[in-house]
Every structure is written in structure tokens, then in C-alpha cells.
């Protein structure tokens, strides 16, 4: 039950891919943002009511930046993902795996097997392969990869400060911060407006019940009844599960070279991934419990 959980949750994050390039279409991006993380810091809320006073000062501290790190994941993503297809943005965002060991390696001087510099190196093919297709958008696979970036720079930094505070509480203060950043950011462009229609109405309430706040809280209970690796499997699947709603929902045809390359950086994924949870073991202590998978604190998501 918990495997199955874990699968449906990253088959929803895979749907939405193809909901929020629809929804930014007609919708600004910015205002998007803010609303759906409003409604996932509502939607958390009572949950995580009770358990907010456990964070001090510093851990209010660090769930607010690594908030606004989060909220720049997802800005990138976001606008590459107007500009790109839902399937190599799917792919692209499952990058973070193969990014995560080398942003410890950087920071943290953390120690990473040989097998993560395959997958850095099967990624680097994947890309150049998306970037020669029709359907794509260098500009756009550029803001996604950057994205990736900052989930993997978020996921050392939360690996690194955050496993001594409560999930849920710590969680909510991401939210907060992304939902204040994004609405600053509406309010001074002038596009903080109410949503209307079904398409940008149907992407928020997924986004941000479904695929945010019930999503994290799903992830709590089947981790605690499953393994790590069986949990970084289960959401290794998410870049297939973009591939598959895209090809099927949005109508993406990337050709031969196209799915080659996904195929490739879905390889690199797979063989970085275990390289990128040791690393991030490290940095935790030797003596330290490892409490979260890899792909759990990116998709804790939001």
C-alpha cells in the first residue's frame, strides 16, 4: 500500500506538468505561483498547526530561505515550461538527482561515487540530444535546467540543516515563504488578479492540494512504512509519468532523438541516484540516521 501510495502521488506530479503549461498560458505566472501556494500553506495549516512552535528561530530561518530556494525552482521551471514541451521538462526537472551529489561535492566537499560523474556525464548526452529537436526551446530546457539546479541546491541545504525539526512544521514554513515571494512579486508586476475558468481553477487545485500539501502528507506515512530505496523508485518514475501525460494530453512528438534523449538522462538518473543519497547521507553524520529519500525533499511538492 505504501509502494502503490508513493506511485500515485508521483503519477499526479507527472499530470501536472501538462495542467500548469495550460494554465500559465492564460493565467500570468507570477499570480499562478502565489495561488497555488496559498493554497497549499491552507491546506497544510491545520495540519501543521500544532507543531510550528517547535521551530526556533533558526529553523524558522532556514524554512524561510530554503523557501525562497524552492520558490526559484520553481519560477524556472515554471516559465521554462511555457517555453518547452511537458515531456523534456519532465526530464530535465529529474536532473536534480544527477545535480545533487555535485552541489555536495561543491558545498560541502562531500565524497561521491564514480557512478554519479556517469550520470552527470549520460545527462550532458540526454540534453544535447533534446536541444536538437524541433519541439523544444533551448531557452526554455535553459530555465528548467536551472531550476534543476536549485532543487538539488535545496535538497543539500535541507539534507545539510533541516533533520532536526519536525517535517510538517518545517515544510509550511517553505510554503509561507514561496506564497509571500510569489505575491510580492504579483502584486509589483500588477498580474495579482482572480483566477477564472476551469483550466487555470482545475491546475491550482491540484497543484496545490493534490500535488503539494496531501502529497507531502502521503510521502510522511508511506516513508515510515516503506524503504528509501523503494521510495526514490517509486519517484524516479516521475520523468515517465510527464512523458507519458504529454505525449498523451498535450500532444508532444519529440521523434527519435527526442525520446533517445530522455531515455538517456532517465539512464543518468538511475545511476546517480544511489551515488546522490550517499552523499547526502554524509552529510547528515556518520553516526546519523539518513531520514529522508533523495527525491523527497524536491517533491515534498509542492
Do not use: N
Amino acid at each position: 500500500m505504501a509502494l502503490l501510495a508513493l506511485v500515485l502521488v508521483t503519477a499526479v506530479w507527472g499530470v501536472t506538468f501538462v495542467q500548469v503549461k495550460d494554465a500559465v498560458e492564460v493565467y500570468p505566472l507570477f499570480a499562478f505561483l502565489a495561488v497555488r501556494f496559498a493554497i497549499a500553506t491552507a491546506t497544510l495549516a491545520p495540519f501543521a498547526a500544532g507543531r510550528i512552535r517547535t521551530l526556533d528561530r533558526r529553523g524558522l530561518a532556514a524554512g524561510f530561505g530554503l523557501g525562497g530556494l524552492l520558490a526559484l525552482g520553481y519560477a524556472l521551471q515554471t516559465a521554462g515550461l511555457a517555453r518547452s514541451t511537458v515531456s523534456s521538462t519532465g526530464f530535465i526537472t529529474g536532473l536534480c538527482v544527477v545535480l545533487t551529489p555535485v552541489t555536495a561535492l561543491v558545498l560541502f566537499r562531500a565524497r561521491i561515487a564514480l557512478s554519479a560523474w556517469l550520470g552527470v556525464a549520460l545527462a550532458t548526452v540526454g540534453l544535447g540530444m533534446l536541444s536538437g529537436i524541433e519541439a523544444g526551446s533551448t531557452l526554455g530546457d535553459a530555465l528548467v535546467l536551472g531550476g534543476a539546479l536549485a532543487y538539488a541546491l535545496q535538497i543539500v541545504l535541507m539534507e545539510r540543516y533541516a533533520p532536526d525539526y519536525d517535517a510538517v512544521a518545517f515544510t509550511l514554513a517553505e510554503m509561507v515563504a514561496a506564497c509571500v515571494g510569489f505575491t510580492a512579486i504579483a502584486v509589483v508586476l500588477g498580474d495579482l488578479r482572480m483566477p477564472h475558468g476551469s483550466t487555470v481553477w482545475g491546475a491550482l487545485l491540484v497543484t496545490g492540494v493534490f500535488a503539494s500539501a496531501l502529497a507531502f502528507l502521503v510521502q510522511t506515512w508511506a516513508q515510515r512504512r516503506t524503504s528509501a530505496t523503494r521510495t526514490a523508485l517509486a519517484f524516479a518514475a516521475e520523468p515517465v509519468f510527464a512523458g507519458f501525460f504529454g505525449y498523451l494530453l498535450a500532444g508532444d512528438r519529440l521523434g527519435t532523438l527526442g525520446w533517445g534523449g530522455c531515455a538517456v538522462i532517465l539512464a543518468g538518473i538511475a545511476v546517480s541516484e544511489p551515488a546522490a543519497r550517499r552523499a547526502l547521507a554524509e552529510l547528515v553524520g556518520r553516526g546519523r540516521a539518513f531520514r529522508f529519500a533523495l527525491p523527497f525533499r524536491r517533491r515534498s511538492e509542492y
